[in-house]
């Protein structure tokens, strides 16, 4: 899943897999495009995945018996900050029930529709409770 930082609305979903199946694996399977010159953020399930052309942040891990610096534990700061907006949204997204019980309909194609509504109802549910405000950098520019 990735949503627009500005919104908090889903943009982007992969296709939905069955069962247990390791994050990095997914997205390797999924190939995914990126447009040229993407940052990625992802968290540690992505360790390892690395895109070409894609620059990727990943949050420092503490050394073993070590500790992190402190350009280290700001950088992790930061990058926490972005992903705790992406906790939230995946949180929106199972607000539907359907979504994170056990799903037992095995008919093809049904869990990714299943998806795509919740994401849905997340998207409409963000829009009404936060429609975007006009803002205009240029005049605010030329009036100050």
Excluded: W
């Excluded at 247990?20 to 540690?44: C, M, Q, R, S, Y």
């Amino acid at each position: 899943m990735k949503y627009n930082e500005q919104t908090g609305k889903v943009v982007y979903l992969s296709p939905t897999v069955e069962g247990k199946k390791h994050d990095k694996k997914v997205a390797d399977e999924a190939a995914i495009h990126f447009p040229t010159n993407p940052t990625l953020g992802k968290d540690t399930g992505f360790q390892g995945y690395e895109p070409a052309g894609v620059l990727t942040n990943q949050p420092k891990k503490k050394p073993r018996g070590k500790a992190l610096s402190a350009s280290d534990k700001l950088l992790n700061r930061i990058l926490c900050g972005t992903r705790v907006k992406v906790e939230h949204a995946i949180a929106g997204v199972k607000r539907c029930r359907i979504v994170k019980d056990v799903f037992r309909l095995t008919k093809q194609g049904i869990s990714d529709l299943v998806m795509e509504i919740a994401c849905g109802l997340h998207n409409l549910r963000v829009s009404i409770r936060h429609p975007l405000p006009t803002f205009d950098l240029l005049s605010f520019v030329r009036n100050a």
